[in-house]
Nanobody, 116 residues
Framework: QVTLVESGGGLVQPGGSLRLSCAASTYSLSILTMGWYRQAPGKQRELVADITRGNITKYAEFVKGRFTISRDNAKNQVYLQMNTIKPEDTAVYYC??????????WGQGTQVTVSS
């Protein structure tokens, strides 16, 4: 059983910054890859960035150079530092993790709204 709790979303002006956090609670499993996806209204959910347990990162082209993903393995937490935010970054952001049991788990989502 894995529980994910996201925080840090909200309203931000274009060009601003936000930091999303996701805390994973597990009982007997280890977390492998941790990542962030997003879903804008009327669009499919898409990968934003993910990071392996060994800190190998992958980013979507549309966030390269603006967003940074990081993790704290001891705390089972993953972070997404969002800088130079654009209106098109408006979406619900979901935390996603995979485990040593080869299962995937989603958080409940946190809304990010970019507006002046």
């Amino acid at each position: 059983q894995v529980t994910l709790v996201e925080s840090g979303g909200g309203l931000v002006q274009p060009g601003g910054s936000l930091r999303l956090s996701c805390a994973a609670s597990t009982y007997s499993l280890s977390i492998l890859t941790m990542g962030w996806y997003r879903q804008a209204p009327g669009k499919q959910r898409e990968l934003v960035a993910d990071i392996t347990r060994g800190n190998i990162t992958k980013y979507a082209e549309f966030v390269k150079g603006r967003f940074t993903i990081s993790r704290d393995n001891a705390k089972n937490q993953v972070y997404l530092q969002m800088n130079t935010i654009k209106p098109e970054d408006t979406a619900v952001y979901y935390c996603y993790v995979t485990t040593t049991a080869l299962t995937g788990h989603w958080g409940q989502g946190t809304q990010v709204t970019v507006s002046s």
